[in-house]
T-cell receptor
């Protein structure tokens, strides 16, 4: 399977615990995005990487959230001291930006569904 | 924050009928994209229209873009039960410090067999 892979698919945790999600993008893609989606809403942008550099972060990404993309390959998203409001689907997407942005489209993984009890 | 809103929020049609979804967005865009999402799954890219284009076709899909009204529409012709999903428009906002897609709230389409 050469698509975007996310692990785990589901995560149930207790409030206050730390969780980490992993995303493996399509191998030749240089951009990687994290989005969060709650029930009945569209995905909301969290952050994105160009290779290993994190270039933009949303104000939704509080100090409890941190994302990394070491060596420009896979990425991890960590949430510390989880709160019930963090319950959502966390989506990862990758893209290949070769020139201008006008034709850039995203390839999404199946997401990690987080439930904070 | 969401880019804009989609209309209707939910749509139920019979197989073989056409489905039209509308999207309004707030900021300037470089392109407008439509994605489909089946329940509990990730999003799948359907079609992209550049800001300097007015209409584009791909198979049973037809998308229009009116930048003066900041609106777009997606038409699915001859719908099938397998088209049942949520559909999201997304504005490509690239320039300066920002480079991202901003998604709308989505239209839930149910195609009855």
């Amino acid at each position: 399977d050469t698509g975007v892979s996310q692990n785990p698919r589901h995560k149930i945790t207790k409030r206050g615990q730390n969780v980490t999600f992993r995303c493996d993008p399509i191998s030749e893609h240089n951009r990687l995005y994290w989005y969060r989606q709650t029930l009945g809403q569209g995905p909301e942008f969290l952050t994105y990487f160009q290779n290993e550099a994190q270039l933009e972060k949303s104000r939704l990404l509080s100090d409890r959230f941190s994302a990394e993309r070491p060596k420009g390959s896979f990425s991890t998203l960590e949430i510390q001291r989880t709160e019930q409001g963090d319950s959502a689907m966390y989506l990862c997407a990758s893209s290949l930006r070769t020139g201008g942005p006008k034709d850039e489209k995203l390839f999404f993984g199946s997401g990690t569904q987080l439930s904070v009890l | 924050s969401q880019q804009g809103e989609e209309d209707p929020q939910a749509l139920s049609i019979q197989e073989g009928e056409n489905a039209t979804m509308n999207c309004s967005y707030k900021t300037s865009i470089n392109n407008l994209q439509w994605y489909r999402q089946n329940s509990g799954r990730g999003l799948v890219h359907l079609i992209l229209i550049r800001s300097n284009e007015r209409e584009k076709h791909s198979g049973r899909l037809r998308v229009t873009l009116d930048t003066s009204k900041k609106s777009s529409s997606l038409l699915i012709t001859a719908s099938r039960a397998a088209d049942t999903a949520s559909y999201f428009c997304a504005g490509g906002n690239y320039g300066g410090a920002t480079n991202k897609l901003i998604f709308g709230t989505g239209t839930l389409l149910a195609v009855q067999p």
